[in-house]
């Protein structure tokens, strides 16, 4: 099974700066998909990005956008100008484009935005 | 967002009884996953359903049974119910889009075993 790791079980960002949470995966596999989720304290889980691997452009969604580095099988979230509603628990998940239809999630990243 | 219910959301019990959880979602999505949610652990993934009848064991699938008798319904049962299966259960549904089909998720049922 594929391996996803958060290094970072918490980080901090003033409002209105910007925080980068860092994600990495372990893979044979040349086509995947790679998602970020967030997870509000009402536990809703809500996609946040997603990146095809085959693409070389880094997806970005409004102030959310990542940098990929496929070699590397490193894939980051980089949150600008943060807001208090961006504090949460952020997941990364996995999914392979070949092997069926499971997804492998990281033990997530409890982001704490400061006023 | 789509339309996935988790039925109950809440609930208690004691060790040794059966519990089913039921996951209803209204978007026709042919794949469907139970998952909980541990501190440190992240989301593991108990049993997926790829159609109707058609399920398979994921990660921590022990001590647990799953059915799907229609595409909107997948019912996940405890059958003898243990304090480690304290947990926030999640179901989530994707489609037959592509690939790169998003995992839509449930509100979520807190379980506690007593």
């Known amino acids: 099974a594929q391996t996803v790791t958060q290094s970072q079980p918490e980080m901090s960002v003033q409002e209105a700066e910007t925080v980068t949470l860092s994600c990495t995966y372990d893979t044979s596999e040349s086509d995947y998909y790679l998602f970020w989720y967030k997870q509000p304290p009402s536990r809703q889980m809500i996609l946040v990005i997603r990146?095809?691997?085959?693409?070389?452009q880094n997806a970005t969604e409004n102030r959310f956008s990542v940098n990929f580095q496929k070699a590397a099988k490193s894939f980051s979230l980089k949150i600008s100008d943060s807001q208090l509603g961006d504090a949460a628990m952020y997941f990364c998940?996995?999914?392979?484009?070949?092997?069926?239809?499971?997804?492998?999630f990281g033990t997530g990243t409890s982001l704490t935005v400061i006023p | 967002d789509a339309g996935i219910t988790q039925s109950p959301r809440h609930k208690v019990t004691e060790t040794g009884t059966p519990v089913t959880l039921r996951c209803h979602q209204t978007e026709n999505h042919r794949y469907m996953y139970w998952y909980r949610q541990d501190p440190g652990h992240g989301l593991r993934l108990i049993h997926y359903s790829y159609g109707v009848k058609d399920t398979d064991k994921g990660e921590v699938s022990d001590g647990y049974s799953v059915s799907r008798s229609k595409t909107e319904d997948f019912l996940l049962t405890l059958e003898s119910a243990t304090s480690s299966q304290t947990s926030v259960y999640f179901c989530?549904?994707?489609?037959?889009?592509?690939?790169?089909?998003?995992?839509?998720f449930g509100p979520g049922t807190r379980l506690t075993v007593l």
């Open positions: 990146q095809e691997a085959y693409k070389q």
């Open positions: 989530a549904t994707s489609g037959q889009g592509g690939w790169g089909d998003t995992q839509y």
């Open positions: 998940a996995y999914r392979s484009a070949n092997t069926g239809n499971q997804f492998y």
